[in-house]
């Protein structure tokens, strides 16, 4: 028995370290991967993106656009484990730069969105007629003729905020939820512009009329009313002028001045303290200039002999007459209608001009030729007829 017993060999020590090491390592594996693919998850968040506070901005504008449930690297980064090695990589590039203050603000870009992104979650092919209801786009015409999606929906996410400088490095403490909801309300830089689709289209011949991307009639029911020209319009346009601009503004050969409200990204610079001027309905009249086409025809009361009968009518319609007229200047841009100031100098104002004129006018009811030994003769003759 003892003989036996020593002829066994004693079993190795190394194997029961093998089996300690090889368990260790997997758990470390394991451990490692786990946490790998836990950086990658978080790193991959949009949280992650806000905790740069250089990614303030375009944070609290996405949160606050309708695309504020899909993740920032579904449309920055796009699927694939090569995208998403080149994005990692080039993150390392990202923080050195933040690190030493290297970075270029405002925060560019530096690629556009590709449509595979876009196309993931809309389908092009049956996306005709926008949400509203009244705009016709066939986004797979537009797509056949390599018309890229960002080419009109560029603001949908953010705002175009780095085109209107509200992104530079002494802004972002100023950042927060309310401001990028109040940045992200102003559909001029969410949603296509009118203008964009027109230039398109008039550079690729494609039609400007209005059935080619309406499809319910521009004309308001108000329009169409038989007096409206004639009686209605001017009262419209004075209780609520922008939404005359909405259509006539893009009508009009010029852009009419202090229609727009002040821009969020002015009021946010100021810190709220701008306020805005509207332009009244007169003077929009007088700028844009496809209401001139009307406002610079004389009316039918324009009669021979008006002139005389003129300040009586004036007195009981005065708006009517500042619609084309004005006190001071001329009424439109190209001076085809007269200013009160042209016939009625400062000097004729009040009822004691008479008193003030260093020659006694006493009795004196109309120019004589002593009058134009100072006054203009051709200028006093177009009032003060013979």
Not at 248 to 264: C, D, N, Q, R
């Amino acid at each position: 028995m003892d003989d036996e017993r020593e002829t066994r060999t004693a079993p190795p020590r190394f194997r029961y370290r093998g089996f300690k090491f090889l368990t260790l390592a997997l758990f470390f594996l394991a451990l490692f991967f786990f946490l790998g693919f836990s950086g990658l998850k978080a790193s991959s968040s949009s949280k992650f993106c806000a905790s740069c506070h250089e990614m303030k901005p375009e944070y609290y504008t996405w949160k606050a656009s309708t695309h504020s449930e899909v993740e920032c690297a579904n449309c920055h980064i796009g699927s694939g484990v090569e995208n998403v090695a080149k994005d990692k990589a080039e993150g390392l590039l990202k923080v050195y730069k933040k690190e030493a203050n290297t970075y270029t603000a405002p925060i560019q870009m530096p690629k556009e969105i590709p449509n595979s992104a876009c196309e993931s979650c809309h389908n092009m092919k049956t996306r005709e007629v926008t949400s509203s209801g009244d705009i016709i786009i066939p986004h797979d015409k537009h797509l056949a003729k390599d018309i890229k999606c960002t080419q009109c929906h560029s603001g949908v996410a953010h705002g175009k905020i780095a085109e209107r400088n509200v992104t530079f490095k002494s802004d972002y403490s100023k950042w927060d939820t309310a401001l990028g909801k109040q940045m992200m309300s102003d559909v001029k830089f969410t949603s296509p512009k009118m203008e964009t689709c027109m230039e398109c289209h008039e550079l690729r011949n494609v039609s400007n009329a209005c059935e080619t991307c309406h499809n319910t009639g521009m004309e308001p029911k108000s329009h169409k009313k038989a007096d409206f020209k004639t009686k209605n319009h001017g009262t419209l346009a004075k209780k609520d002028i922008k939404s005359c601009n909405k259509c006539h503004g893009l009508m009009s050969e010029t852009e009419v001045e202090g229609i727009k409200e002040v821009p969020a990204s002015q009021q946010f610079l100021s810190n709220g303290a701008t306020k805005s001027k509207q332009v009244s309905a007169q003077d929009y009249a007088k700028e844009n200039t496809f209401c001139q086409n009307c406002h610079t025809t004389k009316p039918e009361t324009h009669v021979k002999g008006f002139v005389n009968i003129h300040g009586a009518i004036a007195k009981d319609s005065k708006e009517k007459c500042l619609a084309c007229h004005d006190y001071q200047k001329n009424g439109f841009n190209d001076s085809k209608t007269i200013a009160c100031s042209s016939c009625h100098p400062a000097m004729h104002d009040g009822k004691n001009y008479k008193e003030r004129h260093p020659i006694d006018l006493t009795g004196v009811t109309a120019p004589t030729e002593q009058c134009y030994t100072c006054h203009n003769k051709p200028k006093c003759t177009s009032c003060h007829k013979e």
